[in-house]
Nanobody, 126 residues
Framework: QLQLVESGGGSVQAGGSLRLSCAIA????????LGWFRQTPGKEREGVAS????????YYADSVKGRFTISQDNAKDILYLQMDSLKVEDTAMYSC???????????????????WGQGTQVNVSS
C-alpha cells in the first residue's frame, strides 16, 4: 500500500517558480507510473505530468510543456514537479498519484491512478 504526501505549494506571482515534492512510502518496486494532477473547483481533474518510476517515459499536458519538469529521486523516494514561468491559470490544488504499471508508458488520465496524496494548493497571482 503506497502512501503519498505532497509539500511545496504556496502563493507566487505570475512568472515565478515553485517546486512541489511528493514523498512516497511503501514502494517495493519501480513498476509504477507516478504523476502530478491538478484540479480547480467545478472542473475535472487534469493530468499535468507523469513519469515511469523505472525510468523512460514522461508525459506533459500541452498547457505546461516547456514550463514544468517532473523528476524523481528514487533513492529518497521523492517525486518532484518543478514549475517555472507560472501563470494565473496554473492556480489549482495539485496532487501526486501512482498506479502500478507493468509497462513503461505513462499518461495523464487520472482514473487509472489509484494511490493519491492529499494535495497541496498552488496560487498564482497577477
Amino acid at each position: 500500500q503506497l502512501q503519498l504526501v505532497e509539500s511545496g505549494g504556496g502563493s507566487v506571482q505570475a512568472g515565478g517558480s515553485l517546486r512541489l515534492s511528493c514523498a512516497i512510502a511503501g514502494r517495493t518496486h519501480n513498476k509504477y507510473c507516478l504523476g502530478w494532477f491538478r484540479q480547480t473547483p467545478g472542473k475535472e481533474r487534469e493530468g499535468v505530468a507523469s513519469v515511469y518510476a523505472g525510468g523512460g517515459s514522461t508525459y506533459y499536458a500541452d498547457s505546461v510543456k516547456g514550463r514544468f519538469t517532473i523528476s524523481q529521486d528514487n533513492a529518497k523516494d521523492i517525486l518532484y514537479l518543478q514549475m517555472d514561468s507560472l501563470k494565473v491559470e496554473d492556480t489549482a490544488m495539485y496532487s501526486c498519484a501512482a498506479q502500478i504499471k507493468f509497462g513503461s508508458y505513462c499518461d495523464g488520465w487520472y482514473k487509472e491512478y489509484n494511490y493519491w496524496g492529499q494535495g497541496t494548493q498552488v496560487n498564482v497571482s497577477s
